[in-house]
């Protein structure tokens, strides 16, 4: 072998034990805001799950018709924050809950992220309310959520509600999962989220779901930020991407859902395009496609009169 051949392989060798060895040197911060010290809500309780904590908010009569609300990417039940009391003055019982890996509930390396999981879980807490059958709300992220939900579990969905669902976003290639598993890459992924994202980032984030976020206040991003102020918060990030391999559904797939369905749009989405509601409403047996004007991704904060009398209107008919 060649000299400077031996050489440029003892250095790759190097580099790979380095990088291998490194990251358990870097310190993480595993430190936080006990979630139980965050709770601001009267309502609001904590449940073992699937060996995991999952906080939710139970409001209205236990004998009403049951609606759960599952939220999206960075939300919780903050979330649902202008909607939840219309739609229990609406007579309705209102369940919404954080996902694993969000807002209060646990972020667990050891949870099993996949959708489809996360709709069991769904089912979990259903049954330990007490709950046979609801109207299944899903909002992006959590519409994919609801998509498997009414996959798995058809005979508990009443109504089914996809509100700018991301359920044709797709997900990282399976790779990413698999690299993810592999304790250094795991350990570096950790070690580059909390180097990179701040409160500053997240808000600029969250300003890009709205055609105006003038509307947000400081208090409106402090519910959002909660969720980053609790131990272990990119835990949860890093977990939904290494369990996402098989979290698209299909086209036949999602033409077996059968439940009555509401497709609600901001007409300018920018996250969960248009077209991609459009393309539901067509492989969606018995659903009907609601566009509320002038709002983005987030149409529940964004023009939340308009979005509790739509729903409500069609829960109601």
């Known amino acids: 072998m060649k000299k400077w051949l031996r050489r440029l392989l003892f250095i790759a060798i190097g580099l790979i034990i380095i990088a291998m060895i490194v990251p358990f040197i870097i310190p993480i911060n595993t430190e936080g805001i006990a979630p139980q010290t965050l709770v601001d809500d009267p309502q609001g309780a904590f ?28 939300g919780s039940t903050e979330t649902w924050r202008y909607n939840v009391e219309a739609l229990e003055e609406a007579g309705y019982r209102v369940i919404s809950f954080d996902r694993p890996g969000f807002g209060l509930s646990d972020k667990s390396e050891s949870f099993n992220y996949a959708v489809s999981n996360q709709a069991d879980l769904t089912a979990e807490l259903m049954d330990a309310l007490a709950i046979e059958k609801a109207v299944i709300v899903g909002h992006s992220a959590g519409g994919n959520v609801a998509g498997h939900f009414a996959i798995r579990h058809p005979e508990r969905v009443s109504r089914l509600v ?15 999962g698999a690299f ?10 950790r070690i580059g989220l909390q180097a990179v994202f701040t409160r500053q980032r997240l808000e600029d984030s969250l300003a890009s779901f709205y055609v105006d976020p003038s509307f947000l206040t400081e208090a409106d991003y402090n519910t959002y930020w909660r969720a980053f102020q609790t131990p272990n918060w990119d835990i949860g990030l890093l977990g939904l991407t290494r369990d996402s391999a098989g979290n698209s559904l299909s086209e036949s797939a999602i033409r077996g859902i059968v439940a009555d369905t509401l497709l609600i749009w901001g007409d300018k989405d920018t996250v969960t395009p248009v077209a991609d509601g459009e393309k539901l409403a067509q492989w969606l047996p018995n659903s009907q496609l609601q566009f509320i004007e002038n709002s983005g991704h987030q149409p529940f904060e964004e023009k939340a009169d308009v979005f509790n009398t739509l729903l409500i209107d069609y829960l109601d008919d």
Do not use: T
Not at 58 to 65: E, F, R, S
Not at 180 to 189: D, T
């Open 47 to 74: 449940i073992q799950l699937q060996n995991i904590s999952i906080y939710y908010e139970d409001l209205g009569d236990a004998d009403a018709p049951a609606i759960v609300l599952l939220h999206g990417l960075f």
């Open 162 to 176: 996809l509100v700018d669902a991301a359920i044709l976003a797709g997900g990282p290639p399976p790779f990413v």
């Open 180 to 189: 993810l598993r592999f304790p250094p890459i795991w350990r570096w992924g």
